[in-house]
């Protein structure tokens, strides 16, 4: 998605005010990606815990649900000044299983997940 989406997330700092509020969900077009939205959240600055990163992903699944979206293309959540890329990774997992132990999950109306991962190289 590259340039497109980096300016995309630009106008959404700038219509939130410069910044998200801690667990806001933003939409972005997902460009060439296989979704047609890529969902945004804001994680705190003390994401280094695993819980927050844990309940970003639950608030911005639910977002995704609620909106009746059937595919989602996720960013890994977290900086990796704050929280490792596994420790995120680890939690979306957590997420995602707990969510397919249950039955009557709101999850198991999505189609398709695809979780994108930055690469600066």
């Not at 890329?85 to 039955?103: F, I, R, Y």
């Given at each position: 998605?590259g340039?497109?989406?980096?300016?995309s997330?630009?106008a959404q700092m700038?219509?939130?005010?410069?910044?998200?509020?801690p667990?806001?969900?933003?939409?972005?077009?997902a460009f060439?990606?296989?979704?047609k939205?890529i969902?945004?959240?804001?994680?705190p600055?003390q994401a280094?815990e695993?819980a927050?990163?844990?309940?970003a992903?639950?608030?911005?699944?639910?977002?995704a649900?609620?909106?009746?979206y059937?595919t989602v293309v996720?960013?890994?959540?977290?900086?990796e000044e704050l929280?490792?890329t596994?420790?995120?990774?680890?939690?979306?997992?957590?997420?995602?299983?707990?969510g397919?132990k249950?039955?009557?999950?709101p999850?198991?109306?999505?189609?398709?997940?695809?979780?994108a991962?930055?690469?600066?190289?």
């Amino acid at each position: 998605a590259g340039q497109r989406l980096l300016v995309s997330c630009e106008a959404q700092m700038v219509k939130h005010g410069g910044a998200m509020k801690p667990g806001q969900v933003v939409v972005t077009p997902a460009f060439e990606l296989p979704a047609k939205y890529i969902l945004h959240a804001s994680v705190p600055a003390q994401a280094s815990e695993a819980a927050a990163i844990h309940a970003a992903y639950e608030r911005v699944l639910d977002y995704a649900c609620e909106a009746g979206y059937k595919t989602v293309v996720l960013p890994l959540l977290g900086d990796e000044e704050l929280c490792s890329t596994e420790v995120s990774a680890n939690a979306l997992v957590q997420v995602l299983v707990a969510g397919c132990k249950d039955q009557v999950s709101p999850l198991w109306e999505l189609e398709r997940l695809v979780v994108a991962c930055v690469n600066d190289s």
